[in-house]
């Protein structure tokens, strides 16, 4: 796959027709992984290039697996559009706002994580209950491989979780409301909401994937997207695959958003 400072030049070349949007993740691409999700903290010299981006175009929207209300705390950014939990939350108003579909499925996954109780049995699994959403995290445990058969043959087991999508990350399951809702179709309403005629998205995961090609699948009239794929060591294979352009890890994140925002501060 391409790697994005090899084609500078292309990405100057779509950054030309305007109305733009810069949408990204959170963990991994922003953000360098941590052992937990309360120990990440997002780089300051990509908060510093995301606020002046904040300024010079159309949108800079965040999109991420978080709930909405830490997203916020990570960037304190009032000029940012903030979008969690997969995209079945927004921050508008200085208020989370659910989607409508969520209330109803928060039971469901508190029973399926009491279903997975045992799981904890096992150093290093840790539970994330979100409200809308929950992640089962097996990063800190010795044998990772042996622990995701694990949470997935519990997941099979489990009542609760038969109602809910269950869903794979870095060194994590995810356990979602089974709706037409996804990093995929948040992407899409931003764009809609915004008329952008071109938008970036950054992302490094699996669940990034759902918004690559929703970027590419032509279901946003007279617009363009590029998917740019943040390459780690845990990287699946599809991010890449998916990808129009990649980079190595946050440090190089860090670098194109200061050549994204002298680009477009230029422009």
């Given at each position: ?53 904040a300024k010079r ?140 005629r071109r938008a970036i998205y950054l ?65």
């Amino acid at each position: 796959m391409p790697h994005l400072f090899d084609h500078l030049d292309s990405v100057q070349r779509f950054l030309s027709l305007p109305p733009l949007g810069l949408i990204s993740d959170i963990d991994g691409t922003i953000s360098r992984t941590a052992p937990t999700p309360a120990q990440a903290q997002v780089s300051p010299v990509c908060q510093h290039h995301l606020a002046l981006l904040a300024k010079r175009l159309k949108l800079v929207a965040l999109v991420s697996g978080r709930p909405v209300v830490q997203m916020r705390q990570m960037l304190e950014s009032e000029a940012i559009v903030y979008i969690g939990n997969h995209g079945f939350e927004r921050w508008a108003g200085g208020q989370v706002e659910p989607h409508g579909d969520v209330r109803r499925y928060r039971a469901l996954i508190d029973a399926a994580l009491e279903d997975l109780r045992p799981l904890l049995a096992i150093e290093g699994i840790l539970f994330d209950n979100k409200g809308a959403t929950a992640t089962i995290h097996y990063r800190l445990v010795q044998d990772r491989e042996a622990a995701k058969e694990q949470i997935l043959a519990a997941l099979a087991k489990s009542p609760a979780a038969k109602g809910l999508l269950v869903s794979r990350g870095k060194m994590a399951i995810e356990l979602r409301p089974p709706v037409a809702v996804s990093k995929g179709s948040a992407t899409l309403d931003l764009i809609r909401d915004y008329d952008l005629r071109r938008a970036i998205y950054l992302g490094d995961d699996l669940t990034d994937v759902e918004a690559f090609r929703a970027i590419h699948s032509g279901e946003a009239p007279n617009f363009k997207g590029l998917a740019i794929g943040v390459i780690d060591e845990e990287a699946a294979p599809e991010v890449e695959a998916e990808a129009d352009f990649t980079l190595n890890g946050v440090d190089q994140v860090e670098q194109f958003l200061g050549w994204l925002a002298e680009a477009v501060g230029s422009a």
